[in-house]
């Protein structure tokens, strides 16, 4: 809602449009009845009324009519979740900064860093009743635009396999989490997509090009799986057949037929202490954050079968390792070697380049 304009009643025409050209579609999103609506902000989107409420009851009323079909609202306002009751507006509600942990601080406990708690969503929760809750998860968040520009250069922690842990703490709660919604599909400007990089970019070209991030699909495929079918992803008796369905090219190694075989690795392009001299906007904010070590991965036969949480160095793993300085990595499958892969330390001279903390 921060780039519509929403300060008199004549302003919903905009939405209107767009819902009275894709709400009917068959792959829209409906739940509980109706079709879902949701925003980014919103909260000061009067639209002429004196209140929050009044504002979005007249908004949510309106497409009703003119689309015929009921709505469920579930907004990310970003307000006190204990005004929640006294919005009825609201069929429930989406947590958007739930996906990164947030409340991190350069001057936060070392162990809090390291293994940050994720667990937001309580305080929405509580203040919920019967609603609709909308959680998020997200691989990373990256941005830096300048001041001559949208003035925003900062990171949230992505480390410590923020992914797999969202994942595993949404699963032990699926009881009260109605929707999971990933952020992002393509929002290149905060490094958080996994897409594949098509169309235009918002000015991110310098930490988005060469950085993919399609196989966060493969991962994502698989705990939503588990958040439908089966709630925990640790019962592979119902999982290992997932393998088979899934279309060849969502794995970076299609034609793979043993799940075994399957290892992720992510990585940021550069080193934490790296200086870029050419670059302008400087490093982002919160950037003492992230980890020194060079890469993150999980192997799918340990993630699928167990659920502890925590950092290990191969071998000996749980299916998720951390890599870091100049490592060889060597990974069997069924006693014969497949890959060999040497790591090495990244550059922490970037020379003519700029900062691309993405991954």
């Not at 767009?18 to 409906?30: I, W």
Request: proline letters at 5%; hydrophobic letters at 35%; one cysteine or more.
């Amino acid at each position: 809602m921060i780039s519509i304009h929403s300060t008199k009643q004549e302003d919903i025409t905009l939405i209107l449009e767009y819902l009275q050209k894709f709400s009917h579609h068959q792959s829209y999103l409906k739940h509980a009845g109706g079709i879902v609506v949701s925003t980014f902000a919103g909260q000061e989107s009067f639209f002429g009324f004196d209140s929050l409420n009044e504002a979005w009851v007249y908004v949510k009323q309106t497409i009703e009519k003119s689309i015929s079909r009921p709505v469920q609202f579930i907004p990310s306002f970003f307000i006190d979740p204990r005004t929640y009751p006294s919005l009825s507006c609201m069929n429930g509600y989406f947590h958007w900064n739930g996906g990164w942990p947030i409340h991190l601080k350069p001057q936060s406990p070392h162990h809090e860093i390291h293994f940050p708690s994720l667990d937001s969503d309580q305080a929405h929760l509580c203040h919920l009743g019967r609603r609709t809750y909308m959680a998020a998860i997200s691989p990373w968040f990256f941005t830096h635009y300048g001041k001559d520009s949208w003035n925003k250069n900062w990171i949230y922690r992505g480390d410590d396999h923020l992914l797999i842990r969202r994942w595993e703490y949404l699963l032990s709660i699926r009881d009260q989490v109605d929707i999971v919604q990933v952020v992002s599909w393509n929002d290149y400007g905060e490094s958080h997509y996994i897409s594949p990089v098509r169309g235009a970019q918002p000015n991110s070209q310098s930490w988005v090009d060469d950085c993919p991030h399609n196989s966060w699909l493969s991962i994502n495929h698989l705990f939503i799986h588990a958040f439908k079918n089966v709630g925990a992803y640790e019962k592979t008796e119902e999982m290992t057949g997932l393998f088979h369905s899934i279309p060849h090219g969502i794995f970076t190694n299609a034609g793979m037929t043993d799940m075994s075989d399957i290892i992720w690795l992510w990585s940021r392009p550069h080193s934490k202490y790296a200086t870029a001299r050419n670059d302008s906007v400087g490093k982002p904010d919160n950037w003492e954050l992230v980890s020194a070590r060079s890469v993150t991965g999980a192997d799918i036969e340990h993630l699928l079968t167990r659920n502890s949480f925590g950092e290990f160095s191969i071998p000996g793993s749980d299916g998720r390792f951390v890599l870091g300085g100049d490592t060889n990595l060597l990974t069997e499958s069924h006693n014969t070697e497949v890959i060999n892969w040497r790591i090495r330390p990244p550059s922490h001279d970037l020379s003519d380049t700029s900062f691309a903390w993405s991954s």
